[in-house]
């Protein structure tokens, strides 16, 4: 029996499956609901529909995000340069609201009565004015133990990532006066420049390592008492895998791991599609996030907060999020204004409709009442849906509007893909992207619902609803490849670019990154990106500059430079070819590509597909008999012509009146205005 490659992706609402079966070349998936108190039953759970062995059991999961926004990680001790252990209070100048004389910084992971300081001092140039004061050090060990509730510590010294030797010293030393509290040194979790930024990394990366390290330990042996499986894999926020071991390590790289395993297959959508641009968009029961394809790559960013001034800058793809999922609550403010979200029912109580409790309208409610959901074959008729709760949910906001609670459901899918349209542009405009260039690749169990509205709201001529919507992200994941992003600040300019001293650099990363992949065991398919973070002199932000070479000299230094001027032009319309560059950031990513999945494709179509049944729709202009279609019926081929509901177990895709959905080869379904 041949091993499948098995895909789990653990959201707020659901824990979705993907199994593939190479001999077969079948992909099976499933879901049921998560279990917040304790994910991995929820994993658990799912993993009794898996009957054959499982080779590789790759694992996407938001503990280390919920910790982050929640709160609940470790109490953190902060150690730093002496005189400077305010800088994780102090912050930035920037404010969330500028006109909101109430509003206040967040407050950091740590307290300041946690904070530590130690005699040393690097210069900006890595010479050592003050060495490390090693007593110093085993005093706060002391300290450390006599206070019994530090569970971890965050080390964060001035120009550590130009020369880290002071700590990594003092790494050692609490290794030995310390062993049992988990140690993070901004030198491993980044090395680059901007204080506050890096100690705000360093430090959330200390505060969700004790958490993830058991929650690690606990899947492992409760999968191992499973059995069955060969190898464990856990999503990393930047698309690719690593060992559960390196993910106890370093928690920080698993902060948005789950979505990531959307983007992963969009890129293997686009090249199946023959298309160079795709814009993601990933709606589920909570959040619904974007993201983008360009020119058959994803777009990676380290310019993230998992709240408004509390960066976490590790390399990951480009994620833009917002609180619209198919449980967003739908409410009136005091202004008597209809808003959803970004509060959500989650799993528990959930929609209305879903009979668990529930008693505030949701988009999900919305979907049921205008029709677009049947209340009978909600997740392929294994769970069945409460259109009466739907409607008595939707009539407490309808009522004091004045509205009849269609009327109200209209309202509210209008107002939700307004929401996502915003966050659609945030992802293109506001990037210099046309939306005209991309086709929207809609996924979640909520996306294909969505589709329909979201291309007329933003400009986007080709909608497109890939196979197993509801569980895209759970795909994505059995072919992700093993990644290692690293990077280190360096300053330079193209006016004094040493050679040597940039060789040096980029090859240390190099050896570094490759060398993290095989400590994993991941020794096949290696290849190496290289990049700059460069900006013109004077500039506050910078461009990523592709290095397409393996070695700095005088003839691939200039290719460089009108790499950027070329870039610049691009992105913002001028640039200025005698300024002096200014070299910011040394990047290098290192991959052990996975083998791709060889999909199964549809048979031909023989004529027009045959419509399941029909079912009352309301859309904006009235109610419409709307023609239902089984996705599993349609073949190569296939058009249908809107206004019309394709359903498949997990997700239903609306086809709009005076829009048309045809099908291709390998099952995706696009949708284009006629």
């Given amino acids: 029996m041949a091993e499948q490659s098995v895909g789990v992706d653990v959201g707020g609402t659901f824990t979705d499956f993907v199994a593939y079966d190479p001999d077969k070349r079948e992909i099976r998936v499933w879901k049921n609901l998560s279990t917040p108190a304790n994910p991995t039953d929820g994993v658990l759970t799912g993993l009794g529909e898996v009957e054959s062995p499982i080779g590789n059991l790759r694992l996407g999961t938001t503990v280390a995000t919920n910790a982050i926004l929640e709160r609940k990680g470790a109490r953190v001790g902060y150690v730093t340069t002496a005189g400077f252990k305010d800088i994780p209070f102090i912050q930035r100048g920037n404010r969330k609201h500028h006109y909101d004389s109430q509003w206040q910084k967040p407050k950091p992971l740590m307290k300041r009565r946690d904070c530590f300081e130690i005699a040393e001092r690097v210069m900006a140039d890595g010479t050592v004015l003050t060495e490390l004061d090693e007593q110093g050090v085993r005093d706060l060990a002391k300290q450390v133990k006599a206070d019994g509730g530090i569970q971890s510590l965050a080390v964060s010294f001035l120009f550590s990532y130009v020369n880290p030797a002071h700590e990594q010293r003092l790494k ?56 069955g499986i060969r190898s464990v894999s856990i999503i990393k926020s930047n698309g690719g895998e690593m060992t559960p071991d390196a993910a106890a390590d370093a928690p920080i790289h698993m902060t948005v791991s789950g979505p990531t395993g959307g983007v992963v297959a969009a890129k293997h959508v686009a090249k199946q599609l023959g298309v160079d641009h795709l814009v993601t968009f990933d709606m589920g029961g909570t959040s619904t996030d974007c993201s983008t394809v360009v020119g058959g790559r994803e777009s990676f960013t380290t310019d993230f907060e998992i709240e408004f001034g509390v960066p976490i800058q590790v390399p990951m793809i480009d994620i833009r999020t917002i609180g619209a999922g198919g449980g967003s609550i739908a409410w009136i403010d005091k202004g008597g204004m209809l808003r959803v979200g970004p509060q959500s029912a989650g799993a528990n109580p959930g929609p209305a409709c879903y009979g668990f409790g529930g008693t505030e309208p949701t988009v999900t409610d919305a979907n049921v009442i205008l029709g677009r959901i049947s209340p009978d074959n909600f997740l392929g008729g294994s769970m069945k849906l409460d259109a009466a709760k739907a409607r008595a949910a939707m009539a407490t906001v309808a009522d004091p509007l004045g509205l009849s609670v269609e009327e109200a459901a209209l309202s509210v899918l209008k107002i939700v893909a307004n929401n996502m349209t915003g966050a659609l542009r945030s992802v293109l405009t506001e990037r210099g992207l046309d939306p005209r260039d991309f086709a929207l690749l809609a996924f979640g169990g909520a996306g294909p619902l969505h589709v329909a509205d979201l291309m007329e709201e933003a400009s986007i001529p080709t909608g497109v609803v890939p196979n197993h919507p509801g569980q895209f992200s759970a795909f994505g994941f059995i072919m992700t490849d093993a990644r290692v992003d690293l990077e280190r600040t360096v300053q330079m300019t193209s006016k004094s670019f040493d050679l040597d001293r940039a060789n040096e650099v980029m090859k240390q990363l190099v050896d570094d990154a490759l060398g993290n992949l095989k400590r994993q065991g991941y020794t096949e398919g290696l290849s190496v990106h290289r990049t700059l973070e460069l900006r013109y002199l004077g500039q506050n932000y910078e461009l990523e500059v592709p290095v397409n070479f393996e070695t700095f000299n005088e003839e691939t230094a200039a290719k460089a430079w009108n790499t950027y001027h070329e870039m610049h032009l691009a992105r913002f319309g001028f640039n200025i070819p005698r300024e002096v560059i200014e070299v910011i950031t040394f990047k290098c990513t290192a991959v052990s590509a996975a083998s791709t999945p060889e999909l199964p494709t549809l048979p031909k179509s023989d004529g027009a597909p045959s419509p399941d049944g029909t079912r009352t729709v309301i859309f904006e202009d009235g109610a419409e008999e709307t023609a239902v279609y089984q996705r599993g019926s349609l073949k190569d081929g296939d058009t249908l012509k809107g206004p019309a509901l394709v359903e498949e177990p997990a997700s239903v895709t609306v086809v709009k009146p005076g829009q048309s959905l045809s099908v291709d080869t390998w099952g995706n379904m696009s949708i284009t205005a006629d």
């Fill in 172 to 227: 050692a030393i609490l290794a030995e006066e310390l062993p049992d509290i988990p140690v993070s040194i901004s030198y491993e979790v980044l090395p680059k420049w901007k204080e506050y930024e890096r100690s705000s990394t360093t430090i959330a990366d200390a505060f969700v390592k004790p958490l993830v390290a058991n929650y690690l330990h606990d899947l492992d042996r409760r999968l191992g008492e499973r059995g």
